[in-house]
């Protein structure tokens, strides 16, 4: 990895880094806190893990955040896992999630898009009425703190109003989006055995409508814990049998009562991808998530009263969670309810327009599909209060930073970030005050003190490691649920390097403090010692026009050997010939490295991917590897089980 300064492909200008929220933050806690006044973002990072406690004390001192019984002292035991943040205090995160109704009822907090794209607003003070009136009646069901409330939504106002009333009553919620079939609803709900169901009877999805009822059936004869169902009409069907109605929960004119729970009750649930195994229930707290994301959105993102917060994301993602969140800050959230490329590539651009969206976040496999079908952004769709432009899910590759900077505009920050469900929230990303250099995330995140190691756990600079956090985050895991002498938990991130964070991505620490992302530890393509993420040869063969997608696997032989093919999905009238597979090897060869030249390029029907649209590596490698493939994957994790199929049939052959 090269040390030199190269020039960066955007600049924030002096106005811009004066107004930035994290410039404020700084200043006030150099005041405050003893925080450094002088060495810019740097410098707070530095003070942030160095001084922890000061640090967390700070975030909640800025932002105004409301204990109802104060805390013994920030970090009662910092010990990973099982560090305890903020003993002693309690509060609410929907509490903090409503304060804006107080000041701005009348405002937009919610904008509802669906694939018409015709925003309808739900304003503070109606958001504020209906999580009160819902809240009343999950008590009167006998919703207790600690009780589990599951949605099977798509990503709209009654799946934020659901989310807020359950929070208020110190329920725990869980969701999944109505794309999930009911295997793979039914492999996380039982797991956490919820007390009530919000449901919809369909959706609609790339100009279709998706009758959901037969699912809905089947949770609810699955699921015995349930006490009560409520019935969404979305698609206009009348609620089944002994189902409640939506519109009688939320029709009364009630101000919500906010249960204070302490700093550690959860606060949701969610999953990982669970490709093999029934996946992680991952248990996060109300205090944890309320201040890591008042970080993340406040400070991170730049967020305020006067934004519009879109993130392209379902209810099955952690990114919901994340976008319902902007609420905290007082931003007013976009929820997009469709298909990303409906009924064209150009689809969310155009809902950033009419939204006014200011930050909007997508996939960084969007980008790259807008780049190849040639969309032109700004020349179609008016973005001028796009400040933001911000990407997950994987790593944007270079010509995607490129491809934005030149199709939005010059002067665009590009925020590519990284996290993950299990903390629901960015190791590293966006910062307002920082240049950004091509193919990198800005820097590590504030209070987190991100680290590239090598195999004897020691930090290397501008060469490849394992991603390490050294010190815990607020918003990392409880526990899993189900998990109860916690040795998953502990084996899932704790068993590499003892009481620290292995997240499982390699990465590279530039000399300039910004990130690069390589793709997952576990699937890295270790060819005569040389290391190389999956990630790096994405980015390489997708910039070919007749590669619509592809996957790549190294596969450890019994003789030693090692056998790399790469899978490519072809474009429509493409085909692998001489000529292609010779373009192929070449960009390989001249743009990363000829000993991750694949021994084998093989066509194949499509690129399996969990339900969240990651691309699964490990379960294929399995599969090639000769492992059945009932052992080799969680059937319910994939969005596209035939697929799988195709390469069973490949390692049968092969042996």
């Known amino acids: 990895m090269p040390t030199v300064n190269p020039e960066p492909l955007w600049r ?8 930035a929220q ?12 003893g925080a450094p006044s002088d060495g810019g973002y740097p410098a707070l990072h530095r003070w942030s893990v160095d001084e922890l406690e ?20 920030v970090l009662g035991d910092r010990s990973m896992p099982g560090a305890q943040w903020f003993p002693g205090a309690t509060l609410n995160y929907a509490e903090h999630a409503l304060r804006a109704a107080a000041t701005r009822p009348a405002e937009p907090a919610l904008l509802y898009v669906d694939e018409s794209n015709e925003p309808s607003p739900v304003t503070w003070s109606e958001l ?35 989310l807020l009333a359950t929070a208020a009553v110190g329920g725990v919620w869980t969701s999944c989006a109505p794309d999930f079939g009911a295997r793979s609803v039914l492999d996380r709900f039982q797991q956490v055995e919820p007390v009530v169901l ?3 009877d369909g959706y609609r999805y790339g100009g279709k409508e998706h009758d959901r009822r037969d699912v809905v059936a089947e949770l609810r004869a699955e699921l015995p814990t349930l006490r009560a169902v409520v019935h969404i009409p979305l698609l206009g069907t009348e609620p089944p049998q002994g189902a409640l109605e939506w519109s009688a929960l939320t029709a009364a004119d009630e101000a919500p009562v906010f249960e204070q729970v302490p700093f550690d009750h959860p606060l949701w649930v969610l999953y990982s991808s669970g490709t093999t195994g029934l996946p992680k229930a991952i248990v996060q707290s109300q205090g944890g998530i309320l201040v890591e994301h008042l970080k993340q959105l406040g400070l991170h993102c730049d967020l305020g009263p006067d934004d519009r917060f879109f993130w392209y994301t379902s209810t099955g993602w952690m990114m ?81 930073f490129r491809w934005l900077h030149d199709e939005v505009r010059d002067n665009l920050w590009i925020a590519s970030v990284s996290g993950g469900t299990d903390v629901c929230s960015c190791f590293a990303g966006a910062v307002p005050t920082l240049p950004v250099h091509t193919g990198e995330l800005q820097a590590p995140g504030l209070g987190t003190d991100l680290q590239s190691w090598d195999a004897n756990g020691h930090p290397v600079i501008d060469e490849v490691g394992e991603l390490v956090v050294t010190h815990p985050m607020p918003s990392m895991p409880v526990r899993f649920w189900n998990d109860p002498d916690g040795s998953r938990y502990h084996d899932s991130y704790f068993d590499t390097y003892p009481g620290v964070w292995r997240h499982g991505d390699w990465i590279t620490v530039t000399s300039r403090g910004s990130v690069v992302i390589h793709g997952r530890s576990d699937s890295t393509l270790n060819r005569q010692g040389v290391r190389m993420g999956s990630a790096d040869i994405y980015e ?27 899978f490519v999905h072809l474009a429509p009238g493409a085909v692998l010939d001489e000529a292609l597979l010779g373009r192929i090897k070449q960009a390989i060869r001249e743009q990363l490295s000829p000993r991750h030249v694949p021994d084998e390029v093989i066509e194949v029907p499509g690129v399996p991917h969990t339900l969240t649209g990651k691309r699964i590596e490990v379960p294929v490698k399995r599969l090639l590897q000769g492992t059945a493939l009932e052992k080799a994957v969680n059937p319910g994790s994939i969005d596209n089980l035939d697929l799988l199929h195709f390469y069973e049939d490949l390692a049968r052959k092969r042996a």
Not at 12 to 19: L, S, Y
Not at 135 to 145: T, Y
Not at 360 to 373: E, F
């Open 12 to 19: 924030p200008d002096p106005q811009r880094i004066a107004q």
């Open 22 to 33: 994290v410039t404020k933050f700084q200043a006030w806690a150099a005041d405050q806190h």
């Open 54 to 73: 000061s640090f967390w004390k700070a975030v909640t001192e800025w932002f105004d955040v409301r204990f109802s019984t104060p805390y013994a002292r």
């Open 128 to 162: 504020r009425r209906q999580v009160g009136s819902l809240a009343a009646e999950l008590r009167a069901l006998g919703v207790r703190p600690g009780d589990r409330v599951s949605g099977y939504l798509p990503n709209i106002p009654q799946a934020v109003v659901a």
């Open 198 to 200: 919000f449901t919809v």
């Open 320 to 400: 919901w969670n994340f976008l319902v969140s902007g609420l905290l800050t007082g931003t007013t959230i976009v929820l997009y309810d469709g298909s990303p490329g409906y009924p064209d590539t150009g689809a969310q651009w155009r809902i950033a327009e009419r939204t006014g969206a200011t930050l909007y976040g997508t996939s960084a496999a969007y980008v790259m599909a807008c780049r190849k079908a040639e969309v032109h952004p700004a020349r179609d769709f008016d973005l001028s209060k796009v400040q933001c432009v911000a990407t997950t899910g994987s790593p944007l590759p270079p010509d995607g």
């Open 540 to 566: 390489v063969v997708e910039r070919l026009p007749e590669i619509k997608e592809s996957l790549v696997i190294g596969i450890e032989q019994p003789d030693g050997g090692y056998w790399m093919p790469l």
